[in-house]
């Protein structure tokens, strides 16, 4: 929801009729003193456009791939839909709940900061550092699935030590590029990748009518013929996290509006594109698969052991989710140096090299096995992470009302659609997801008995988040965020005169032109 309306207060943020040079109002001062402070480690060059922000924030991992293939066999065409329908609807309130927070403070790290300052540094601690560790590991199973890939089209294909060190080098130098020529390099394979998956739709539609080799229709009968629901609440329970591993968290946008050129005009925008792209692409997806295939085809569990997936942003997500527990003084501060580039060194060089660990993990005989016990930290970070944004959202909420602040009336504020909506349904969603963790872990008893080693590696995710963000609290005395003197200060971001000047421009269009901004590639 947009708010045009120009009356400001003294706190308000500036019009566009004064100067740049014009007198700062008190508050304005408070909010510039406190910028200053935060950038003393250095500061991310505001350098993603729009475009970038929205094509990176839409990236679609190798999951789409894998996870609907073992999802189908595990759970039939029912639990699949269902279950990619309710995280593809997460997509849309993670980012309405992130955006509202986000182009009001955009800081890179993002809902760690957020959780820091609003709720509690050791929240902060746990989330993070489990947010950190899951996306560095998840850089070797994009080796893994990089040397599978090999394999498919050269029956020799490569050593699995040579496969592994070509992808990983050529990953960890396209994050050392400077942040321009990153977005770049994304938002080009991110083009590709939607082309890509256009031609894989009209292929699927062609071959539901019968063009396939066989000429036949594919009229549903998989549906039919076999169970829909497979499994019951189990294979529910299996769809819904791999439905998350495939899908993602997509809170890489709310980390990338820290870097933007203009948070408020390219995170309002990717807020309404970025769910319509997944939702479009995963769910036609998951259609055409549970038409075309049927959910008792034995080729459906040939991938069951390298299911996880990746998208290829996750170094740049990983490294500036350290850099900021770093310049919360969470752990050393001197890891949160950023250089001229735009670039945090530090957190850069440690994400490279555990990446780089983790990835030969492979290498050993039991590396598989300890590496899916990282991955599965990844899948439980999602979910775990959502329920602290719309707990975060709800105590942001209280600060703005605590110290009276009008944040939403500000000269074109962004609030979230029918506030506290998304947030509910975001949480609601995630604490049934929470559930399915458990009970996967648990198992179906009836059929297999208790294994305390598959639930410990369904549930370490959780365990870690808590486990650690109790022990920091307990370790640290850190304090519980009063809303009353919470920081609404810091990373404020103010619009600036060019910035006004864009969003005058821009509601002045008519709505089709302003359509068009959202279709245009470039």
């Known amino acids: 929801m947009l708010n045009d309306s120009k009356g400001a207060s003294d706190d308000a943020l500036p019009s566009?009729?004064?100067?740049?040079?014009?007198?700062?109002?008190?508050?304005?001062?408070?909010?510039?003193?406190?910028?200053?402070?935060?950038?003393?480690?250095?500061?991310?060059?505001?350098?993603?456009?729009?475009?970038?922000?929205?094509?990176l924030g839409?990236?679609?991992?190798?999951?789409v791939f894998i996870a609907t293939g073992k999802a189908l066999a595990n759970g039939g065409p029912g639990n699949m839909v269902v279950a990619y329908g309710l995280v593809c609807s997460c997509v849309w309130a993670v980012l309405q709940t992130l955006?509202?927070?986000?182009?009001?403070?955009?800081?890179?790290?993002?809902?760690?900061?957020?959780?820091?300052?609003?709720?509690d540094p050791a929240l902060a601690f746990g989330a993070g550092f489990a947010e950190w560790l899951g996306w560095t590991a998840v850089v070797g199973a994009e080796a893994v699935f990089f040397n599978i890939l090999v394999k498919y089209w050269s029956a020799d294909g490569l050593p699995l030590a040579a496969s592994l060190t070509i992808f990983t080098v050529a990953t960890l130098a396209i994050f050392l590029l400077p942040?321009?020529?990153?977005?770049?390099?994304?938002?080009?394979?991110?083009?590709?990748?939607i082309f890509l998956f256009i031609i894989i739709i009209f292929l699927s539609i062609a071959l539901v009518a019968g063009a396939g080799p066989t000429g036949q229709v594919h009229d549903g009968s998989y549906w039919r013929d076999l169970p829909v629901f497979k499994n019951g609440f189990f294979g529910f329970a299996t769809c819904s996290l791999l439905a998350v591993w495939a899908v993602g968290d997509q809170v890489f946008i709310g980390i990338m509006?820290?870097?933007?050129?203009?948070?408020?005009?390219?995170?309002?925008?990717?807020?309404?594109?970025?769910?319509?792209?997944?939702?479009?692409?995963?769910?036609?997806?998951?259609?055409?698969?549970?038409?075309?295939?049927?959910?008792?085809?034995?080729?459906?569990?040939?991938?069951?052991?390298?299911?996880?997936?990746?998208?290829?942003?996750?170094?740049?997500?990983a490294s500036r989710v350290l850099r900021t527990m770093a310049h919360q003084k969470l752990i050393p501060e001197v890891i949160a140096l950023v250089d001229s580039q735009g670039?945090?060194?530090?957190?850069?060089?440690?994400?490279?090299?555990?990446?780089?660990?983790?990835?030969?993990?492979?290498?050993?005989?039991?590396?598989?096995?300890?590496?899916?016990?990282?991955?599965?930290?990844?899948?439980?970070?999602?979910?775990?992470?959502?329920?602290?944004?719309?707990?975060?959202?709800?105590?942001?909420?209280?600060?703005l009302v605590a110290q009276n602040d009008q944040l939403f009336s500000q000269v074109y504020a962004w609030k979230s659609v029918a506030w506290p909506v998304a947030p509910i349904w975001l949480m609601s969603v995630s604490i049934l997801l929470l559930a399915c963790c458990i009970g996967a872990g648990i198992g179906d008893l009836s059929v297999a008995p208790f294994s305390a080693y598959n639930f410990f590696q369904y549930v370490i995710g959780i365990l870690i988040i808590v486990v650690f963000t109790a022990g920091y609290k307990i370790i640290m005395k850190t304090p519980w965020r009063d809303p009353k003197t919470a920081d609404l200060v810091t990373g404020r971001r103010i619009l600036t005169e060019a910035e006004i000047t864009q969003l005058d421009d821009y509601y002045a269009m008519p709505k089709w032109r302003r359509f068009l901004t959202y279709v245009a590639l470039w």
């Open 99 to 119: 955006s509202e927070m986000t182009i009001a403070f955009p800081t890179s790290g993002n809902y760690i900061d957020y959780a820091g300052r609003w709720v």
């Open 343 to 399: 670039r945090p060194v530090w957190s850069l060089v440690i994400t490279g090299a555990t990446a780089l660990l983790l990835t030969y993990l492979n290498l050993n005989g039991g590396g598989a096995e300890v590496f899916n016990w990282l991955l599965s930290i990844t899948s439980a970070s999602f979910f775990m992470n959502w329920i602290i944004i719309a707990f975060t959202s709800w105590r942001f909420h209280q600060a």
């Open 179 to 193: 942040n321009k020529a990153f977005a770049w390099f994304e938002y080009v394979t991110s083009l590709i990748k």
């Open 16 to 55: 566009k009729e004064g100067p740049l040079g014009r007198v700062m109002s008190t508050s304005e001062a408070q909010i510039t003193d406190a910028n200053v402070e935060d950038n003393r480690n250095g500061e991310f060059q505001r350098s993603f456009s729009p475009r970038q922000i929205i094509s």
């Open 58 to 63: 839409s990236n679609i991992g190798s999951g």
């Open 257 to 317: 509006g820290g870097e933007a050129e203009s948070p408020r005009y390219s995170m309002a925008h990717a807020t309404k594109l970025v769910p319509f792209r997944v939702n479009i692409i995963y769910m036609l997806s998951v259609i055409f698969v549970t038409l075309l295939i049927p959910s008792n085809d034995d080729r459906l569990l040939g991938g069951s052991g390298v299911y996880w997936f990746t998208i290829s942003e996750s170094v740049y997500l």
